[in-house]
């Protein structure tokens, strides 16, 4: 069975600095692994996702992830938070044979500081 | 498009009431699939469906029916209200048959449901 965890619940950084959220997997085979976010009282919005082409995966608003096998991490980063990041990040797991059936994290929720 | 749309936003029953979530999705999307949010275990999935027709259980789907009739609309019945089923709930949809976009899903805005 796959599982998701994501090292801290909360995160706080001032504007400008840099965001970095965690995510480590495991699974007995390289997965497809997901990043969504998540705006209060909203549903959950796309980030980027890693599916077995390049390690290192550009997303919107910024971001960019890169899957580490041998750390099997799929760490989050964005160069400089934006206020507008404020929300809550989900990383998110699949294997190759049910590539639509998703296994979540608990979630981190990202507070940016003026 | 409307993209998925799940109604109502709010809902309250007590305890031992049936009730029925609505999700309905116009992107001609085949899969569907239904999560619950609990505060610090991210989204959990409780039923899916690959097409009309063809539903299967997730990880936690005591508690919960659903059916596919149409390609459009995919529903969440819960039987008799628990408190333990206090939640929100997203329905999620995607279809994108090759490609990379295949593993995208698309979530709704979610309903949050108080059982007393």
């Known amino acids: 069975a796959q599982s998701v965890t994501q090292l801290g619940s909360h995160v706080s950084v001032s504007e400008g600095a840099l965001v970095l959220l965690r995510c480590n997997y495991s699974?007995?085979?390289?997965?497809?692994l997901f990043w969504y976010v998540q705006y209060p009282n909203q549903g959950l919005q796309l980030l980027l996702k890693y599916t077995s082409a390049a390690t290192l995966v550009k997303g919107i608003n910024g971001f960019e992830a890169e899957f580490k096998k041998s750390e099997t991490s799929f760490h989050l980063t964005k160069p400089s938070a934006h206020m507008s990041d404020a929300a809550e990040y989900f990383c998110?797991?699949?294997?190759?044979?049910?590539?639509?059936?998703?296994?979540f994290g608990s979630g981190t929720q990202l507070t940016v500081l003026p | 498009n409307a993209g998925v749309t799940q109604t109502p936003k709010f809902q309250v029953l007590k305890t031992g009431q049936s009730m029925t979530l609505q999700c309905a999705q116009d992107?001609?999307?085949?899969?569907m699939s239904w999560y619950r949010q609990d505060p610090g275990m991210g989204l959990r999935l409780i039923h899916y469906s690959v097409g009309a027709g063809i539903t299967d259980q997730g990880e936690v789907p005591n508690g919960y029916n659903v059916s596919r009739s149409t390609t459009e609309d995919f529903p969440l019945r819960l039987l008799s209200a628990a408190p333990s089923q206090t939640s929100v709930y997203f329905c999620?949809?995607?279809?994108?048959?090759?490609?990379?976009?295949?593993?995208?899903?698309?979530f709704g805005p979610g309903t949050r449901l108080t059982v007393t």
């Open positions: 699974s007995s085979v390289p997965p497809y």
């Open positions: 998110a797991v699949s294997d190759r044979g049910s590539a639509r059936q998703l296994t």
């Open positions: 999620a949809s995607s279809y994108h048959p090759v490609g990379d976009r295949r593993y995208e899903q698309y």
């Open positions: 992107m001609n999307h085949e899969y």
